[in-house]
Nanobody, 123 residues
């Protein structure tokens, strides 16, 4: 099992930017596909972005495409989510997740999860 710890969540104004980071505990992280999911108050957790273990394949939810960028640094065992032009609709707890295998959109296919980091966007 891989332990995942998110950081970088904060209060930001609409139109601003922030960067979330997820640190993984295990060297085999380099063979894990990683994903970001989010859960807004009163809503179900939803897919945001995912990246393959090579970094060569990225997936995005339509709602964040063109604004968010997922990246990874396997040497540092980290994955990041760069969030630009945020809106109040991006307010949520953001979770990092990992799975052995290819990048996927479905959360049920992810084996390891972090505790989440709160992102709040003010209007």
């Amino acid at each position: 099992q891989v332990q995942l710890v998110e950081s970088g969540g904060k209060l930001v104004q609409a139109g601003g930017s922030l960067r979330l980071s997820c640190a993984a505990s295990r060297r085999t992280f380099s063979t894990y596909a990683m994903g970001w999911f989010r859960q807004a108050p009163g809503k179900e957790r939803e897919f945001v972005a995912a990246i393959s273990w090579t970094g060569g394949i990225t997936l995005y939810a339509d709602s964040v495409k063109g604004r968010f960028t997922i990246s990874r640094d396997s040497a540092k065992n980290t994955v990041a989510l760069r969030m630009n032009t945020v809106t109040p609709e991006d307010t949520a707890v953001y979770y990092c997740a990992g799975r052995a295998g290819s990048a996927r959109r479905l959360q049920v296919e992810y084996e390891d999860w972090g505790q989440g980091t709160q992102v709040t966007v003010s209007s």
